[in-house]
């Protein structure tokens, strides 16, 4: 399993970014693929989430309503747009797979076997 994550860089607050994640390797059916952060000095933070083959979208509590995630099955790539970005959100964004998860996990990062290297966002005063 691979994943390419991409879109990070550097925005004023207020702005937006969109993140991009190409899966490969496998089918992903039974994969839940999700979105962590990480801040300098901080660990790694749930962000959002989603099985691969449907269902709801769970978000962290204090991103929900400026972070959307979405998908394009045909291009195996899960998507994050970011809105009214906040310096507080600079991290590196991670990508990450993993399969057998339950609603309840999936903000656990152990539970994620795969992912992503990472992009940078960066958000200025």
């Known amino acids: 399993v691979q994943l390419q994550a991409s879109g990070g860089g550097s925005v004023q607050a207020g702005g937006s970014l969109t993140l991009s994640c190409a899966a490969s390797?496998?089918?992903?059916?039974?994969?839940?693929l999700g979105w962590f952060r990480q801040a300098p000095g901080k660990e790694r933070e749930f962000v959002a989430a989603r099985r691969w083959s449907g269902g709801s979208t769970f978000y962290a509590d204090s991103l929900r309503g400026r972070f959307t995630y979405s998908r394009d099955k045909a291009k195996n790539t899960v998507y994050l747009q970011m809105n009214s970005l906040k310096p507080e959100d600079t991290a590196v964004y991670y990508c990450a797979a993993g399969v057998g998860l339950i609603q309840s996990t999936y903000g656990s990062v152990s539970r994620y076997s795969y992912w992503g290297q990472g992009t940078l966002v960066t958000v200025s005063s």
């Open positions: 390797g496998r089918t992903f059916t039974d994969y839940t």
